[in-house]
């Protein structure tokens, strides 16, 4: 059983964490009446992944406390580089 | 050299202490120039270089391994070939393969074992014996074969299973394909292999693609750790690496690699004969010929590279086949590994233009791909040959996910994926 670190509870069994996706996708601007966007822009943003080999930074909730955040891994060893709270690393930053 | 596998033939060896087999198939060193270059030796890629001569003449054809054949998925998972999808398009796809297994051995001159022994898919609650129903319903009517059993049916083709009414999940019935069954996943492989290498395709193992060449904008060839090799259409049939190979080319995928486990018990008298899924559970099992059980389930939760699973899905399996078959709580397991598949939104594979001029994809699998390696072949081999889709690969085409016509088969399979 792998301990996943959640910023607001600590080391817990990766079972009660969720997958939530990669990090760094930025939802298309649909605001205002003229936002048109691309049939390919919205596919990009709901199916290409990057599925890096290596390091990866994906958003994870932590389900008993609900905490939101962003574990970096290594998709290959499964270790654990570090996780940040959303609410440190801000929105901006964390779709870097 | 003995090349051909037959009644005599295997006599004749007997009797000559096996001395007069010659090697199944060749090991080339690459040429400079190929017509086509198919790059990964698992199923897809071998039966691809296979129909591209049978089905097209193509002969120049070179399919280039990092490791050995078939040391990929084809070679890790559990074996079960069926065509019990849910739409059409799928059971064209699915239910081509089907038909193309019942002849292969012959075909091939190999034998892979395609044993028909049928699946049973259980069913737990009055709502869940409608869904049955109507799963019946639309695979009859896209032309494969399927039946509703009740409990006694089921009872009477797979005796182990949990039919105590204070089960988990209790049985109510289930769903049947009789043509369904188990194949030899190694002997698919080698089969394919020998049997292109005979019709003249170049087999390079040990020999991975680091790069791929393009030249104004078009795939012209790739890089290898056996140097450059040129073709006129480059094939990538890779796997659980697609994303890798995607990012070397600059195209990109909607692909998430996942490992998938599968385990293997000691041998034992038979116990049952059909391949058996019990969906709640997460589980199924079948029995091989030398007696192991094959046991398989959902995918992992953490997207991975790293081949070899992980401990929550191990205990639901396991946790999910003592339930499933109370008698088997203290088979011991023999083996267990993992296996890298490429996951896509709609648990359909990818099959057309990778995006890079010249260069065609072959993945997208996900943990279901073993058992359309015939059709899969027919269709990327049609594909390189004809830079155009076969029909049955047309609504495969990656262009689905920006058109939004997804082939959503998460539920026809059934387990996590
Ligand atoms: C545990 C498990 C159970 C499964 N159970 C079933 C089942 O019961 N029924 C079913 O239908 N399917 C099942 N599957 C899925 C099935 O095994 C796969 O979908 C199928 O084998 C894919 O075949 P392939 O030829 O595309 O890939 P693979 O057999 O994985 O072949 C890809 C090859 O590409 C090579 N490669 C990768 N990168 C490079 C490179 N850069 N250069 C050169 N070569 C490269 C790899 O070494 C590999 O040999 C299961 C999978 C697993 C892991
Ligand atoms: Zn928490």
């Known amino acids: 059983m792998q301990l996943f670190p959640c910023p607001f509870c600590g080391d817990r069994d990766e079972r009660e964490f969720h997958f939530a996706g990669e990090a760094g996708k930025v939802r298309p601007d649909t605001a205002g009446s003229e936002a048109e966007v691309s049939a390919k822009d919205w596919s990009e943003y709901l199916y290409t992944q990057r599925n890096d080999h290596g390091h990866v930074r994906e958003i994870w909730m932590h389900l008993p406390c609900q905490e939101v955040f962003l574990l970096e891994r290594h998709s290959v060893t499964m270790a654990v580089i570090g996780a940040t709270s959303f609410r440190d690393v801000g929105t901006k930053e964390a779709s870097a | ?417």
């Open chain 2, 1 to 417: 050299m003995t090349k051909t596998y037959s009644a005599f033939n295997l006599l004749r060896e007997g009797l000559r202490g096996q001395k007069g087999w010659g090697p199944a198939w060749r090991s080339p060193k690459p040429r400079a120039t190929y017509d086509v270059i198919i790059i990964g030796g698992g199923g897809h890629g071998l039966a691809t270089a296979y129909y591209l001569v049978k089905n097209h003449g193509v002969t120049n054809v070179a399919v280039i391994e990092k490791g050995w054949l078939g040391g990929g998925n084809t070679g890790r998972n559990t074996t079960v070939i069926r065509s019990n999808y849910y739409y059409p398009e799928s059971t064209a796809l699915y239910d081509l393969s089907v038909k193309l297994y019942e002849g292969l051995s012959r075909e091939l001159n190999y034998n892979v074992m395609f044993s028909q022994r049928g699946m049973v898919v259980t069913a737990h609650s009055e709502p869940e014996m409608e869904l049955a129903a109507r799963n019946v319903n639309a695979m009859r009517l896209n032309g494969a074969d399927a039946d509703l059993l009740d409990v006694d049916q089921v009872k009477k083709l797979a005796p182990i299973l949990n039919f105590s009414p204070d089960a988990r999940f209790p049985i109510h019935g289930a769903v049947w394909q009789g043509r369904a069954g188990t194949g030899r996943h190694d002997a698919v492989a080698w089969g394919y292999a020998r049997a292109a290498d005979a019709l003249g395709v170049d087999i390079i193992q040990n020999c991975e693609v680091t790069d791929v060449i393009t030249e104004g904008g078009r795939c012209v060839g790739v890089a290898t750790t056996q140097g450059e090799i040129r073709g006129g259409a480059v094939g990538a049939a890779v796997a659980g690496h697609s994303s890798v190979l995607a990012k070397l080319a600059g195209y990109t995928l909607p692909i998430t690699s996942f490992a998938l486990q599968a385990f293997v018990s000691e041998p034992m008298k038979p116990v049952i004969d059909t391949v058996a899924f019990c969906p709640p559970y997460g589980t199924y099992f079948s029995q091989s010929d030398k007696g192991g059980l094959v046991i398989g389930g959902g995918l992992d939760r953490v997207p991975s590279y790293g081949q070899r699973g992980n401990m929550p899905i191990q205990e639901a399996v396991l946790g999910g086949l003592v339930e499933m078959a109370p008698a088997l709580a203290k088979v011991k397991l023999l083996r267990h590994w993992a296996g890298i598949v490429d996951v896509t939104p709609d648990s359909s594979p990818i099959i057309g233009p990778s995006g890079v001029e010249g260069l065609y994809v072959n993945c997208g699998w996900g943990t279901g791909g073993f058992k359309a390696i015939p059709a899969g072949g027919t269709l990327f081999a049609h594909i390189l040959a004809t830079g155009t889709h076969h029909d049955i690969s047309r609504p495969f085409d990656p262009d689905r996910f920006i058109t939004g016509r997804l082939i959503d088969e998460g539920a026809a399979s059934g387990i996590a994926h």
